[in-house]
Protein backbone atom coordinates (compact mmCIF):
# COMPACT_ATOMS: atom_id res chain seq x y z
CA UNK A 1 0.00 0.00 0.00
CA UNK A 2 1.36 3.28 -0.49
CA UNK A 3 -0.10 6.37 1.37
CA UNK A 4 -1.79 9.08 -1.10
CA UNK A 5 -3.01 11.48 1.27
CA UNK A 6 -1.67 13.25 4.47
CA UNK A 7 -0.97 12.92 7.28
CA UNK A 8 0.03 9.44 5.82
CA UNK A 9 1.82 10.64 2.88
CA UNK A 10 4.86 8.88 1.88
CA UNK A 11 4.53 6.06 4.03
CA UNK A 12 4.63 2.32 2.29
CA UNK A 13 3.05 -0.53 3.91
CA UNK A 14 3.53 -4.09 3.37
CA UNK A 15 0.01 -5.86 4.05
CA UNK A 16 -1.13 -8.73 4.37
CA UNK A 17 -5.20 -8.67 4.43
CA UNK A 18 -7.80 -11.45 4.01
CA UNK A 19 -11.58 -10.10 3.40
CA UNK A 20 -13.82 -10.42 6.95
CA UNK A 21 -10.66 -10.27 9.05
CA UNK A 22 -7.79 -8.35 10.92
CA UNK A 23 -5.89 -6.80 8.36
CA UNK A 24 -1.98 -6.24 9.34
CA UNK A 25 0.87 -4.18 7.75
CA UNK A 26 4.40 -3.15 8.43
CA UNK A 27 6.01 0.41 6.99
CA UNK A 28 8.66 -0.61 4.73
CA UNK A 29 10.11 3.02 4.78
CA UNK A 30 10.16 4.18 8.36
CA UNK A 31 14.03 3.18 9.49
CA UNK A 32 14.59 4.45 12.92
CA UNK A 33 17.86 5.45 14.45
CA UNK A 34 18.24 2.41 15.80
CA UNK A 35 20.50 -0.25 14.93
CA UNK A 36 20.50 -4.22 15.40
CA UNK A 37 24.20 -4.26 17.62
CA UNK A 38 21.72 -2.79 20.32
CA UNK A 39 19.97 -6.12 20.47
CA UNK A 40 22.08 -8.78 19.53
CA UNK A 41 23.89 -10.81 22.26
CA UNK A 42 27.87 -10.41 22.29
CA UNK A 43 28.36 -14.37 21.98
CA UNK A 44 26.44 -14.30 18.95
CA UNK A 45 29.28 -12.55 16.66
CA UNK A 46 28.09 -14.17 13.40
CA UNK A 47 24.73 -12.13 13.81
CA UNK A 48 26.68 -8.99 14.85
CA UNK A 49 28.70 -8.87 11.91
CA UNK A 50 25.67 -9.94 9.28
CA UNK A 51 23.72 -7.18 11.08
CA UNK A 52 25.44 -4.98 13.96
CA UNK A 53 24.73 -2.09 11.87
CA UNK A 54 21.70 -3.16 9.92
CA UNK A 55 18.56 0.10 10.46
CA UNK A 56 15.54 -1.34 12.48
CA UNK A 57 12.56 0.29 10.75
CA UNK A 58 9.76 1.56 12.83
CA UNK A 59 6.84 -1.43 11.66
CA UNK A 60 4.10 0.42 13.27
CA UNK A 61 2.81 0.14 17.06
CA UNK A 62 1.56 -3.06 17.41
CA UNK A 63 2.67 -6.43 18.59
CA UNK A 64 1.91 -9.85 19.66
CA UNK A 65 2.83 -12.21 22.18
CA UNK A 66 6.36 -12.71 21.41
CA UNK A 67 7.59 -9.23 21.37
CA UNK A 68 7.56 -6.14 18.91
CA UNK A 69 10.46 -6.94 16.86
CA UNK A 70 10.05 -9.02 13.65
CA UNK A 71 11.98 -10.29 10.81
CA UNK A 72 10.51 -10.70 7.47
CA UNK A 73 13.16 -12.88 4.76
CA UNK A 74 13.09 -13.74 1.19
CA UNK A 75 15.48 -16.30 2.05
CA UNK A 76 13.69 -19.70 0.48
CA UNK A 77 15.19 -22.14 3.11
CA UNK A 78 12.37 -20.73 5.34
CA UNK A 79 9.20 -22.00 3.74
CA UNK A 80 10.25 -25.32 5.01
CA UNK A 81 11.25 -23.80 8.79
CA UNK A 82 8.22 -24.13 10.91
CA UNK A 83 9.31 -21.18 12.98
CA UNK A 84 8.60 -19.25 10.18
CA UNK A 85 4.90 -18.08 8.04
CA UNK A 86 4.56 -17.05 4.60
CA UNK A 87 3.09 -13.89 3.90
CA UNK A 88 2.93 -14.17 0.25
CA UNK A 89 4.75 -16.68 -2.19
CA UNK A 90 8.74 -16.00 -1.60
CA UNK A 91 8.35 -13.72 2.06
CA UNK A 92 7.81 -15.13 5.55
CA UNK A 93 7.95 -13.56 8.84
CA UNK A 94 9.01 -14.70 11.87
CA UNK A 95 9.79 -12.77 15.36
CA UNK A 96 13.19 -11.43 16.07
CA UNK A 97 14.06 -13.95 18.68
CA UNK A 98 13.31 -16.91 16.39
CA UNK A 99 14.68 -15.05 13.26
CA UNK A 100 18.02 -14.91 15.78
CA UNK A 101 18.45 -18.53 16.05
CA UNK A 102 17.35 -19.50 12.47
CA UNK A 103 20.34 -17.12 11.72
CA UNK A 104 22.67 -17.90 14.36
CA UNK A 105 22.07 -21.61 13.17
CA UNK A 106 22.41 -20.50 9.94
CA UNK A 107 19.06 -21.70 8.82
CA UNK A 108 18.64 -18.16 6.97
CA UNK A 109 20.87 -15.80 4.65
CA UNK A 110 21.61 -12.64 6.80
CA UNK A 111 21.43 -10.64 3.10
CA UNK A 112 17.55 -11.64 2.70
CA UNK A 113 16.67 -10.63 5.82
CA UNK A 114 15.45 -7.10 7.43
CA UNK A 115 13.87 -6.68 10.83
CA UNK A 116 11.04 -4.44 11.66
CA UNK A 117 9.25 -3.09 15.37
CA UNK A 118 5.94 -3.28 15.80
CA UNK A 119 2.94 -3.51 13.23
CA UNK A 120 -0.01 -1.35 11.80
CA UNK A 121 -3.29 -3.07 12.44
CA UNK A 122 -7.45 -2.59 11.38
CA UNK A 123 -10.47 -4.24 12.84
CA UNK A 124 -12.27 -5.73 9.68
CA UNK A 125 -13.72 -3.84 7.03
CA UNK A 126 -11.77 -0.54 8.64
CA UNK A 127 -9.51 -0.57 6.28
CA UNK A 128 -11.64 -0.84 3.42
CA UNK A 129 -13.21 2.54 4.51
CA UNK A 130 -9.54 4.27 3.93
CA UNK A 131 -9.33 2.42 0.81
CA UNK A 132 -12.87 3.94 -0.30
CA UNK A 133 -11.47 7.42 1.27
CA UNK A 134 -8.95 7.44 -0.97
CA UNK A 135 -6.08 7.18 1.22
CA UNK A 136 -4.44 4.39 -0.17
CA UNK A 137 -3.05 3.43 -3.87
CA UNK A 138 -2.59 -0.57 -3.43
CA UNK A 139 -0.32 -2.85 -5.44
CA UNK A 140 0.83 -6.13 -5.59
CA UNK A 141 4.41 -7.14 -4.30
CA UNK A 142 6.19 -10.15 -4.89
CA UNK A 143 9.72 -11.46 -3.40
CA UNK A 144 12.22 -9.50 -5.67
CA UNK A 145 9.82 -6.14 -5.59
CA UNK A 146 9.91 -6.51 -1.76
CA UNK A 147 14.10 -6.77 -1.66
CA UNK A 148 13.88 -4.15 -4.17
CA UNK A 149 12.63 -1.58 -2.22
CA UNK A 150 14.63 -2.80 0.50
CA UNK A 151 17.79 -1.51 -0.87
CA UNK A 152 16.50 1.93 -1.20
CA UNK A 153 16.59 4.64 1.39
CA UNK A 154 13.15 5.60 2.66
CA UNK A 155 12.03 8.36 0.64
CA UNK A 156 13.54 6.71 -2.50
CA UNK A 157 11.92 3.50 -1.09
CA UNK A 158 8.43 5.18 -1.18
CA UNK A 159 8.84 6.76 -4.97
CA UNK A 160 10.03 3.30 -6.34
CA UNK A 161 6.76 1.67 -4.82
CA UNK A 162 4.63 4.82 -6.06
CA UNK A 163 5.97 4.20 -9.53
CA UNK A 164 4.94 0.19 -8.97
CA UNK A 165 1.45 1.17 -8.58
CA UNK A 166 1.16 3.85 -10.75
CA UNK A 167 2.31 1.38 -13.50
CA UNK A 168 -0.17 -1.37 -12.34
CA UNK A 169 -2.77 0.97 -12.78
CA UNK A 170 -1.86 1.98 -16.34
CA UNK A 171 -1.64 -1.11 -16.65
CA UNK A 172 -5.05 -1.88 -15.93
CA UNK A 173 -6.58 0.83 -17.22
CA UNK A 174 -5.12 -0.22 -20.68
CA UNK A 175 -6.34 -4.07 -20.88
Known amino acids: MVARRTPLESRLQLLSHEEH ?19 IDAHHQRLSDAFGSAP ?19 DGKAAHHPDTSPVFDGLFST ?19 DFFAGHWSWAAGKLQKEF ?26 YEVARHM ?5 AAADSN
Open 95 to 113: CARRGQALLNDGALSPQEC
Open 132 to 157: EAGAWSIGACNAAAFRELMRHDDKAA
Open 56 to 74: IRLGGGGADGEGRLYLLTT
Open 21 to 39: SESIAVSLNRRTEHVMASL
Open 165 to 169: VAGES
